[in-house]
Every structure is written in C-alpha cells, then in structure tokens.
C-alpha cells in the first residue's frame, strides 16, 4: 500500500468575501505542482457561499462535475435547460462533454451553502452534455458505506468514468471495509467531519488522503465521524 497525505491546513485557499474556498489540489490562483490531481482526480474544492451570492454563467467542457451539498440549498442553472435545487442528501453530476455553461447560486438569503464540488477526467471525450442528480436517504449511510456515484450502479448518479464515489457516516468505534473495483485504481478519501483511522493511517476533520496498490482499506471511525470515498483510474 501506498499513501499520499494532505492535511487540511495544507489545502489552497480564497476567500473572496462571498466565497470562502478551500483546494485539495492546484485550482484558480493555488498551484502547486505537487498536487495536480489524483489519478483522474483532478479538483476537490470544499466551497462556502454566502446567502444569496454565487457563480455567474461560465462555460465547462469534457469534465465530470460532481456537487455534494454539505448543508443549505445550491440553485442550479444551465444551458441543458435545467433549473434545480439541490441540498444536503443530494448528488448532482454534470457530464459537460463537449460543451456546457452553467451557474450556481446560494438559493437562500438568510444562509450560507456549503458544498463541496469535485471535478474527474472523463473516460469520454466531446460527448453530449449530460446531467443528473440524485436524493440518497441520509439514514443509508449510517454505519455503512452508500455508493452516490457510479458508472455500474442504476441507485447511483452515473459518471462517464471508472469512478466511484462512496459516503459513509460513522459512530464512534465503528468499522468496516471498502473493497476497491479495480486493483489498478486508487482511492481518495475526503474526511467532512470527525477523525477516522483508514489501513491504519489517521485522519483529521477535513484531511484528504491518496489510497494506492491495496484491494480494500480497513475503515475505523476514531470519533462520529463523515467520510468521502472516490475511486478513480490512476492511469489518465
């Protein structure tokens, strides 16, 4: 096994006033050569919006965009035609292919939204924009790992890739395990809140850690604790 750590107070940061932004890996005006991606990981930005703000209309093409709201309502708007809302328990992907402009706003005025948005190289070049999004029972996640994203998996929001996204939500004390697809793939885990221990390697609220040249990784919650899972091709 091998192991690439990133912890939280390492991130990229931008805080414009209406957006407070936190970059596991390089994004905007935060390089870092060291951390480009991760496999076919390539942004996991851990966002906060201020009531009422958010992204005007820009363009995105040959991207799988993932949005996991983390708390409050992100208002969605683009040029597929859709026009939602989504909010904790809700995974949204868009498949820009070979082209899409879109904005998001905070959907509330008396609010902040968090969410966290998560970008991954398609398996697929210049296909037809695609969106979807999906509600997931926050109690099928307790104490068990829920499977949000996948390209297998008709309960799952579908990516034009061989990734997987997985969010689980643990008492203290609490293990399991997560048994990877692909022996060639990696896993990157996201820790949202508490402390976990994963093949033995602690984590922090907010730290990220890089999972290579293992099966499955051991999960042991070292207080209640939320964790993202993404399996992604490490070969792009």
Same mark, same amino acid.
């Given at each position: 096994?091998? /192991?690439?750590?990133?912890?939280?107070? /390492?991130? @990229?940061?931008?805080?414009?006033?209406?957006?407070?932004?936190?970059?596991?890996?390089?994004? +905007?005006?935060?390089h870092e050569p060291?951390?480009?991606?991760? @496999?076919?990981?390539?942004?996991?930005?851990?966002?906060?919006?201020?009531? *009422?703000? *958010?992204?005007?209309?820009?363009?995105?093409d040959n991207m799988?965009?993932?949005?996991?709201?983390?708390?409050?309502?992100?208002?969605?708007?683009?040029?597929?035609?859709?026009?939602?809302?989504?909010?904790?328990?809700?995974?949204?992907?868009?498949?820009?292919?070979?082209?899409?402009?879109?904005?998001?706003?905070?959907?509330?005025?008396?609010?902040?939204?968090?969410?966290?948005?998560?970008?991954?190289? =398609?398996?697929?070049?210049?296909? +037809?924009?695609?969106?979807?999004?999906?509600?997931? =029972?926050?109690?099928?996640?307790?104490?068990?790992?829920?499977?949000?994203?996948?390209?297998?998996? +008709?309960?799952?929001?579908?990516?034009?890739?061989?990734?997987?996204?997985?969010?689980?939500?643990?008492?203290?004390?609490?293990?399991?395990?997560?048994?990877?697809?692909?022996?060639?793939? *990696?896993?990157?885990?996201?820790?949202?809140?508490?402390?976990?221990?994963?093949?033995?390697?602690?984590?922090e609220e907010r730290? @990220?850690? @890089?999972?290579?040249?293992?099966? /499955?990784?051991?999960?042991?919650?070292?207080?209640?604790?939320?964790?993202?899972?993404?399996?992604?091709?490490?070969?792009?």
């Open positions: 096994m091998k /192991t690439i750590l990133h912890k939280a107070n /390492t991130r @990229g940061h931008a805080n414009h006033g209406w957006l407070n932004s936190y970059h596991t890996f390089s994004f +905007a005006g935060y060291s951390r480009v991606h991760f @496999g076919a990981l390539r942004v996991l930005n851990d966002d906060t919006v201020a009531a *009422g703000m *958010g992204f005007g209309k820009h363009p995105h799988e965009i993932v949005s996991i709201p983390l708390s409050g309502d992100l208002e969605h708007n683009d040029t597929t035609g859709r026009h939602e809302i989504i909010k904790e328990g809700d995974v949204q992907i868009m498949t820009a292919g070979k082209g899409l402009s879109h904005s998001e706003k905070n959907a509330n005025h008396n609010k902040e939204v968090k969410f966290l948005q998560i970008w991954v190289l =398609p398996k697929e070049k210049n296909i +037809a924009p695609r969106y979807e999004q999906k509600s997931f =029972p926050l109690a099928e996640r307790k104490n068990q790992l829920q499977t949000v994203v996948a390209p297998d998996d +008709a309960n799952a929001v579908w990516i034009n890739q061989n990734a997987w996204f997985t969010l689980g939500s643990f008492d203290k004390d609490n293990t399991t395990s997560y048994q990877l697809h692909n022996t060639n793939s *990696g896993v990157y885990a996201f820790v949202i809140k508490g402390s976990i221990s994963l093949n033995g390697v602690a984590l730290d @990220g850690l @890089g999972i290579t040249d293992t099966a /499955t990784i051991d999960i042991k919650a070292d207080t209640d604790t939320e964790v993202l899972l993404i399996e992604v091709p490490m070969q792009i």
